[in-house]
């Protein structure tokens, strides 16, 4: 299983890179995630045409409202906890790993940096920013690959 994660899109519309991402980029995908701040109702309305699974960032506006802080979501054998975050960067993995009971993978957003690592046997995923890098980083999505085990990848957009 292939699961498409993207995060901090913080687009007004519907760009070519965002169609890029959902339509080639993540075109084999089983699932495709979204970790919050789509900020517009026009691209919610589109992730949302695509089969998108999204949880509310804290940038995203009131006709957004609908959508939930948090999700579980399972993915073989495995549980996925998808979440924005909030806050300084500094400590956001701490802050929002208590969300959730028993997973094995905690996907989240909000600081527009990639992060993939396996910390005391839970896999750590934060796909970076589609449109809006920080730091270091550039523009970027990520893969969960699920086997035998949970797996990922990040993927930057050029």
């Known amino acids: 299983m292939k699961i498409g994660v993207m995060s901090d899109t913080?687009?007004?519309?519907?760009?070519?890179?965002?169609t890029k991402v959902v339509e080639q980029v993540f075109s084999d995908a089983d699932m495709?995630?979204?970790?919050?701040d789509i900020v517009s109702g026009e691209v919610f309305?589109?992730?949302?045409?695509?089969?998108?699974?999204?949880?509310?960032?804290?940038?995203d506006w009131s006709d957004l409202?609908?959508?939930?802080?948090k999700r579980v979501l399972k993915a073989g054998?495995?549980?996925?906890?998808?979440?924005h975050g909030w806050g300084p960067a500094t400590g956001l993995r701490e802050r929002v790993r208590p969300e959730f009971?028993?997973?094995?993978?905690?996907?989240?957003?909000?600081?527009?940096?990639?992060?993939?690592?396996?910390?005391n046997g839970e896999l750590y995923f934060n796909p970076g920013s589609v449109s809006d890098p920080r730091g270091r980083g550039s523009a970027s999505v990520g893969w969960l690959h699920i086997g035998e085990d949970i797996r990922g990848e990040i993927v930057t957009i050029v």
Do not use: K, W
């Open 10 to 18: 913080h687009l007004g519309r519907v760009s070519d890179l965002l």
């Open 32 to 36: 495709i995630l979204h970790a919050g």
């Open 45 to 59: 309305n589109y992730l949302e045409t695509m089969g998108v699974m999204a949880v509310r960032g804290n940038m």
């Open 65 to 69: 409202s609908s959508l939930p802080a």
């Open 77 to 83: 054998r495995f549980t996925l906890g998808l979440i």
């Open 101 to 119: 009971d028993l997973i094995d993978c905690l996907v989240f957003g909000h600081s527009h940096e990639a992060f993939n690592q396996v910390v």
